[in-house]
């Protein structure tokens, strides 16, 4: 069993900075990807970016990329979101989950999730 848990949430304005964290206790075959996703109310929730341990790779929704740079620290088993020029829009709950996939990730690929962090950006 994979736990996730996600810290760094709050509040920004419009034009500032947020950094995301999401710790594993652990990583496995099946977890070796960490992906984001982000859920507004009212909305379904959506892929916001992903990376995998081993090589770093990293993939970005159109929406974010540019933006969000999403990174890890083997070594703590933390993957990081570091979230530049925010918008409202990116107003929402952030989720971390450990799964499979890293590319083109749906969120069927993670199976294991965390609590979810709330960010809010003001206008």
């Known amino acids: 069993q994979v736990q996730v848990q996600e810290s760094g949430g709050g509040l920004a304005q419009a034009g500032g900075s947020l950094r995301l964290s999401c710790t594993a206790s652990?990583?496995?075959?099946?977890?070796?990807?960490i992906g984001w996703f982000r859920q507004a109310p009212g909305k379904e929730r959506e892929f916001v970016a992903a990376?995998?341990?081993?090589?770093?790779?990293?993939y970005y929704a159109d929406s974010v990329k540019g933006r969000f740079t999403i990174s890890r620290d083997n070594a703590k088993t933390t993957v990081y979101l570091q979230m530049n020029s925010l918008k409202p829009e990116d107003t929402a709950v952030y989720f971390c989950?450990?799964?499979?996939?890293?590319?083109?990730?749906?969120?069927?690929?993670?199976?294991?999730w965390g609590q979810g962090t709330q960010v809010t950006v003001t206008s």
């Open positions: 990376i995998n341990w081993s090589v770093g790779n990293t």
């Open positions: 652990t990583r496995t075959f099946s977890t070796r990807a």
């Open positions: 989950a450990a799964g499979r996939e890293w590319y083109r990730p749906a969120p069927s690929d993670f199976g294991f």
